[in-house]
Protein backbone atom coordinates (compact mmCIF):
# COMPACT_ATOMS: atom_id res chain seq x y z
CA UNK A 1 0.00 0.00 0.00
CA UNK A 2 1.74 3.13 -0.81
CA UNK A 3 1.60 6.14 1.29
CA UNK A 4 1.72 10.03 0.64
CA UNK A 5 3.25 11.48 3.68
CA UNK A 6 6.04 10.79 5.96
CA UNK A 7 7.30 7.16 6.98
CA UNK A 8 5.01 6.84 10.30
CA UNK A 9 2.27 8.92 9.16
CA UNK A 10 -1.98 8.37 9.23
CA UNK A 11 -3.98 9.44 6.23
CA UNK A 12 -7.43 10.20 5.43
CA UNK A 13 -8.47 6.92 4.01
CA UNK A 14 -11.94 7.68 2.02
CA UNK A 15 -10.00 10.81 0.71
CA UNK A 16 -9.29 8.94 -2.63
CA UNK A 17 -12.74 7.89 -3.25
CA UNK A 18 -14.08 11.54 -2.57
CA UNK A 19 -11.82 12.88 -4.67
CA UNK A 20 -12.92 10.74 -7.84
CA UNK A 21 -16.30 11.62 -6.73
CA UNK A 22 -14.99 15.11 -7.21
CA UNK A 23 -13.31 14.39 -10.57
CA UNK A 24 -16.02 12.34 -11.73
CA UNK A 25 -18.70 14.92 -11.30
CA UNK A 26 -16.38 17.53 -12.62
CA UNK A 27 -16.41 15.58 -15.92
CA UNK A 28 -19.71 14.85 -16.05
CA UNK A 29 -20.81 18.56 -15.67
CA UNK A 30 -18.58 19.50 -18.59
CA UNK A 31 -19.13 16.43 -20.80
CA UNK A 32 -23.43 17.23 -20.17
CA UNK A 33 -22.95 20.83 -20.73
CA UNK A 34 -20.60 20.44 -23.71
CA UNK A 35 -23.35 18.03 -25.39
CA UNK A 36 -26.64 20.19 -24.50
CA UNK A 37 -24.56 23.52 -25.80
CA UNK A 38 -23.38 21.42 -28.83
CA UNK A 39 -27.11 19.74 -29.28
CA UNK A 40 -28.49 23.09 -29.33
CA UNK A 41 -25.98 24.38 -32.28
CA UNK A 42 -24.24 27.19 -30.16
CA UNK A 43 -21.12 25.82 -28.71
CA UNK A 44 -18.13 28.03 -30.05
CA UNK A 45 -15.12 27.78 -28.44
CA UNK A 46 -15.60 30.61 -25.74
CA UNK A 47 -18.32 28.52 -24.81
CA UNK A 48 -16.23 25.34 -24.28
CA UNK A 49 -13.37 27.27 -22.84
CA UNK A 50 -16.59 28.70 -20.33
CA UNK A 51 -17.90 24.89 -19.52
CA UNK A 52 -14.33 23.93 -18.81
CA UNK A 53 -13.70 26.91 -16.21
CA UNK A 54 -16.76 26.03 -14.68
CA UNK A 55 -16.25 22.14 -14.56
CA UNK A 56 -12.48 22.90 -12.70
CA UNK A 57 -14.34 25.04 -10.31
CA UNK A 58 -17.11 22.58 -9.49
CA UNK A 59 -13.80 19.88 -9.48
CA UNK A 60 -12.33 22.93 -6.86
CA UNK A 61 -15.45 23.01 -4.36
CA UNK A 62 -16.25 19.50 -4.80
CA UNK A 63 -12.52 18.02 -3.97
CA UNK A 64 -12.00 17.91 0.56
CA UNK A 65 -9.16 18.55 2.15
CA UNK A 66 -6.50 15.77 2.62
CA UNK A 67 -6.31 15.37 6.10
CA UNK A 68 -2.75 13.45 7.64
CA UNK A 69 -1.10 12.80 11.04
CA UNK A 70 1.97 12.05 12.03
CA UNK A 71 3.89 11.59 16.00
CA UNK A 72 2.91 15.61 16.52
CA UNK A 73 1.46 16.91 14.15
CA UNK A 74 -1.11 17.31 12.23
CA UNK A 75 -1.86 18.79 8.23
CA UNK A 76 -4.62 19.89 6.07
CA UNK A 77 -4.01 20.00 2.70
CA UNK A 78 -6.06 21.69 -0.19
CA UNK A 79 -5.82 22.68 -3.76
CA UNK A 80 -3.69 25.95 -2.72
CA UNK A 81 -1.94 25.61 0.89
CA UNK A 82 -1.17 23.47 3.61
CA UNK A 83 -1.92 24.21 7.08
CA UNK A 84 -0.05 21.70 9.62
CA UNK A 85 -0.17 22.27 13.50
CA UNK A 86 1.87 20.42 16.23
CA UNK A 87 -0.08 18.58 18.20
CA UNK A 88 2.33 18.14 21.11
CA UNK A 89 2.24 22.00 21.26
CA UNK A 90 -1.72 22.77 21.29
CA UNK A 91 -2.71 25.67 22.82
CA UNK A 92 -6.59 26.23 22.06
CA UNK A 93 -9.43 23.84 20.12
CA UNK A 94 -12.46 25.18 19.52
CA UNK A 95 -15.50 23.60 18.08
CA UNK A 96 -17.90 24.89 16.09
CA UNK A 97 -21.50 23.25 15.45
CA UNK A 98 -23.43 24.75 12.40
CA UNK A 99 -24.17 23.19 9.51
CA UNK A 100 -21.26 20.85 9.64
CA UNK A 101 -19.22 20.25 12.69
CA UNK A 102 -15.49 21.43 12.68
CA UNK A 103 -12.44 21.96 14.62
CA UNK A 104 -10.00 24.55 14.61
CA UNK A 105 -6.78 23.75 16.34
CA UNK A 106 -3.90 26.81 17.61
CA UNK A 107 0.00 25.54 18.35
CA UNK A 108 2.38 27.81 20.38
CA UNK A 109 3.91 28.69 16.78
CA UNK A 110 1.03 30.48 15.88
CA UNK A 111 -0.12 28.39 13.61
CA UNK A 112 -3.94 27.61 13.02
CA UNK A 113 -6.15 25.17 10.81
CA UNK A 114 -9.91 24.28 10.63
CA UNK A 115 -10.54 20.37 10.30
CA UNK A 116 -14.15 18.44 9.86
CA UNK A 117 -14.42 16.35 12.70
CA UNK A 118 -16.23 13.65 10.83
CA UNK A 119 -12.98 12.78 9.05
CA UNK A 120 -11.48 11.88 12.93
CA UNK A 121 -14.72 9.48 13.64
CA UNK A 122 -14.02 7.69 10.01
CA UNK A 123 -10.43 7.66 10.67
CA UNK A 124 -8.92 6.24 13.95
CA UNK A 125 -5.61 6.39 13.34
CA UNK A 126 -5.36 9.98 12.54
CA UNK A 127 -7.73 10.21 16.09
CA UNK A 128 -4.81 8.34 17.60
CA UNK A 129 -2.68 10.24 16.48
CA UNK A 130 -4.43 13.86 17.42
CA UNK A 131 -5.37 12.45 20.97
CA UNK A 132 -1.97 11.48 21.68
CA UNK A 133 -0.46 14.84 20.57
CA UNK A 134 -3.25 16.47 23.03
CA UNK A 135 -2.55 13.99 25.76
CA UNK A 136 1.55 15.61 25.08
CA UNK A 137 -0.10 19.25 25.12
CA UNK A 138 -1.78 18.84 28.51
CA UNK A 139 1.45 17.13 30.01
CA UNK A 140 3.43 20.20 28.74
CA UNK A 141 0.63 22.42 29.99
CA UNK A 142 0.84 24.23 26.74
CA UNK A 143 -3.05 23.07 26.15
CA UNK A 144 -5.43 25.72 27.76
CA UNK A 145 -8.35 25.80 26.37
CA UNK A 146 -10.63 22.82 24.26
CA UNK A 147 -9.55 19.76 25.92
CA UNK A 148 -13.28 19.37 27.62
CA UNK A 149 -14.00 19.91 23.64
CA UNK A 150 -11.63 16.88 22.71
CA UNK A 151 -12.93 14.75 25.80
CA UNK A 152 -16.24 15.21 24.31
CA UNK A 153 -15.10 14.11 20.59
CA UNK A 154 -13.22 11.49 22.00
CA UNK A 155 -16.03 9.25 23.76
CA UNK A 156 -18.04 10.41 20.75
CA UNK A 157 -15.93 8.60 18.26
CA UNK A 158 -15.69 5.87 21.14
CA UNK A 159 -19.25 5.06 21.45
CA UNK A 160 -19.74 5.31 17.26
CA UNK A 161 -16.64 2.53 16.95
CA UNK A 162 -18.36 0.29 19.61
CA UNK A 163 -21.64 0.78 17.50
CA UNK A 164 -19.74 -0.55 14.79
CA UNK A 165 -18.54 -3.26 16.11
CA UNK A 166 -21.89 -4.44 17.77
CA UNK A 167 -23.06 -4.15 13.98
CA UNK A 168 -20.62 -5.74 12.60
CA UNK A 169 -21.17 -8.67 14.78
CA UNK A 170 -24.92 -9.09 14.58
CA UNK A 171 -25.25 -8.12 18.31
CA UNK A 172 -27.03 -4.57 17.72
Known amino acids: MRRSGPAGSAGDRHWRGSARLAVSCALVFCAMSLLVDWDAGSLTPLRTLLWSTLSATVFAILLPPR ?74 GTLRHGADVLYRLGHRIDDETVQAVLRASGLS
Open 67 to 140: VSAGSGWLAVRTLWRRRTVRTDALTTVWQYDAVSSHLILRDTFGNQLKLDSRVLTANPMLWHELDTGVRRSLER
